[in-house]
């Protein structure tokens, strides 16, 4: 039984105690008090009477009338007049019922009263004695009608103590639910603070669970400062602040190799020309410099994008990664060309010839060493035209310029009526081999008979055309079938869009409310930018979902990653990493150091950590040596 529930029988038991004891004292007292004003007044109508009969002559017809006149109008039980041996002269009865209340009220409250007595005179001689008793019926009458005014009394009374009582109770069970709420968090390890309630017992309680908290939230932003230092050393470039050679490659091949990735893209190479003369001529301060000027212009053109990417790939060559698909590459061309100049031109040492920018337009699966000779090849171009205009150079020479927003609104439209929806999956796999999900990226075919569309090539198009909440939904709708089908749990992504919008989320929650069997095994991954850029109705979001029984996690996570410390009291299940800290861990000992601390801090916020775009058996073996939990990516395959 509940403490609440207890306190109410408590209150219910005290309350009830006291108004049943304070009815029964009241109710004995008023028949106390009845029954003596009953003898007052037997012993008084007897004894006038018996001086009235004392003081007339003896005879019968005299003393009938007299006796009579008194029965008639004195309301007795009986009048009694006997001889002095005891022998009966005259008796008058009353033949009205004694009662006129319940029975067992009656039994429950006798009321009995002596009956009045008296002498009867006759000159010297006593003529006879007169015994009378007052009817009891109005006595029980009145002592009847004031309990149950007393009983309303009470009642009203009663219900006002518990009214009274819900008010308090409200009040002491507010801190205790909230004291409650925080101690389940902790142990979802989601390290909530709350008030410190009045109660004294609480408050200890509270201020304990709080101190517990704060060290904990304390710790992680510890760890998370320490993590930030230790992926700045390993993955970026100590000079610019950029992403390192490494780093930048493996976000690129990720862009290049990834389903979900842009069905196109830009690499564009800036080099600062005669780097080496500035360093011998200005000393290595100005060089670098230069760089950080460069790269400052490189991070404001990135704008917090995260489809974009900066990066030092050495030397003197810096690059900015464009991971979406551009109509406009020309303009985008112009804007570089604009900022560099901007930020460099001026300082160069020769004056007469400006930073080089060589551009290379790719199509997704291309290779990345393709890529880049691409982008090396209209360097070098432009480095011999000497006025730093961006030349652009395609690596796929079929490609073919996208439609218009109009044309793919109304293809997408058509197809999510059509049903024109599936999913493919991908296993992800705990480190002994068992099946974590399944990974279920959406497909799109927008002819009937045409080929599948990766989501990389038609949800940038859904975001522009705003049909992102429509697609989300239609994946929700196949996962659940997905669901019913199988046994194993399905992973769906959920767009930023949808994130922020409260009735797609309301629809989605409705149908994870309609089918509670399935929602314990549906996993759903959310952009680790949302958490952030988004942080209000991201939480909003995982408080609506969580508490109908699916997973809720972090995809791609990576950028932000210094960040993951704040989300300590929303209770993630899981964090997947990107991929481009995931190349060539076997090989990398600074990202393996990284990885190792994000994995311990996530283990502490009750997270479990799952590594993306997994390529060799060699990195799963390390990934599994420095804590990660799951893996997936071409590499992996479910035992």
């Known amino acids: 039984m509940s403490m609440i529930k207890q306190l109410w029988i408590a209150i219910a038991f005290v309350v009830l105690l006291a108004l049943g004891g304070s009815l029964i004292v009241s109710t004995l007292a008023a028949r106390h008090y009845l029954e003596q004003q009953l003898n007052v007044k037997n012993i008084d109508n007897v004894n006038s009477l018996a001086l009235s009969m004392s003081q007339l002559q003896k005879d019968p017809v005299t003393l009938e009338l007299l006796l009579s006149a008194q029965f008639d109008a004195g309301h007795y039980e009986y009048i009694r007049l006997t001889d002095p041996e005891g022998r009966p002269l005259m008796t008058r009865e009353s033949i009205t019922p004694l009662i006129e ?131 700045r050393a390993a993955q970026n470039d100590a000079v610019t602040g950029l992403p390192n050679r490494e780093h930048f490659l ?136 000497g006025d730093g205009r961006p030349v652009i150079e395609n690596v796929d020479v079929d490609s073919h310029p996208p ?57 940038p198009w859904a975001a522009r055309t705003g049909l992102l909440a429509r697609v989300d939904e239609a994946v929700l709708d196949r996962a ?9 749990a399905v992973c769906i992504n959920l767009s930023a869009a949808s994130i922020c919008d409260p009735q797609t989320v309301e629809r989605f929650a409705g149908k994870l409310a309609s089918n509670p069997e399935l929602a314990g095994r549906l996993w759903i991954d959310l952009p680790e930018s949302a958490a952030f850029k988004h942080s209000v109705p991201f939480r909003q979001v995982c408080a609506r979902l969580k508490p109908l029984g699916c997973r809720i996690g972090l995809e791609h996570v990576g950028l932000y990653v210094c960040r993951i410390g704040e989300l300590h009291d929303i209770g993630l299940d899981y964090l997947k990493i990107g991929s481009a800290a995931i190349r060539g861990i076997d090989g990398n000992p600074g990202n393996q150091t990284f990885l190792r601390g994000l994995a311990t801090i996530a283990h502490t916020m009750g997270t479990i950590v799952i590594a993306e775009g997994v390529a060799s058996d060699a990195e799963a073996r390390q990934l599994k040596s420095i804590g990660f939990d799951g893996m997936t990516g071409p590499g992996i395959r479910a035992a």
């Open 101 to 231: 209340v319940p029975q067992w009220f009656a039994a429950l409250i006798p009321i009995e009263a002596a009956e009045g007595v008296a002498q009867v005179q006759d000159g010297w001689k006593q003529f006879g004695t007169l015994r009378l008793k007052s009817h009891s019926r109005f006595v029980y009458r009145s002592l009847w009608d004031g309990t149950l005014r007393l009983l309303v009394w009470f009642v009203i009374g009663g219900l006002a103590c518990g009214v009274l009582g819900s008010i308090l109770l409200r009040r002491v069970v507010r801190p205790l639910n909230e004291v409650v709420t925080q101690a389940l968090a902790i142990g979802e390890r989601r390290f909530l603070t709350i008030d410190e309630p009045r109660t004294l017992e609480l408050r200890e309680v509270a201020r304990a669970m709080n101190a517990l908290a704060v060290r904990v939230r304390s710790m992680l932003e510890e760890e998370s400062s320490r993590l930030e230092e230790v992926r």
């Open 250 to 385: 493996g976000q690129m091949e990720a862009a290049l190799a990834d389903d979900n990735a842009a069905a196109a893209g830009t690499l564009a190479v800036i080099r600062i020309p005669e780097l080496a003369a500035v360093n011998q001529q200005q000393g290595r301060e100005a060089g670098d410099a230069l760089l950080r000027r460069l790269a400052d212009a490189l991070e404001l053109l990135r704008s917090d994008n995260e489809h974009r990417f900066c990066g030092r790939l050495g030397g003197s060559d810096l690059a900015l990664l464009i991971a979406e698909e551009s109509d406009e590459l020309g303009a985008l061309a112009q804007e570089l060309h604009a900022a560099v100049d901007i930020a460099v031109g001026s300082l160069l040492v020769d004056a007469g010839r400006a930073a080089p920018i060589g551009i290379a337009a790719y199509r997704r699966g291309d290779g990345i060493a393709q890529v880049l000779a691409h982008a090396d090849l209209a360097l070098e171009k432009s480095s011999e035209a």
């Open 403 to 459: 439609s218009s927003a109009a044309s793919w609104q109304r293809a997408i439209a058509d197809a999510l009526d059509d049903g024109r929806v599936s999913l493919k999956t991908f296993p992800v796999v705990a480190t002994d081999g068992a099946e974590i999900h399944l990974e279920a990226p959406v497909r799109l075919r927008l002819e009937p008979d045409g080929p599948w569309l990766t989501a990389g090539e038609f949800m």
């Open 480 to 488: 659940l079938e997905l669901l019913r089908r199988s046994r194993a």
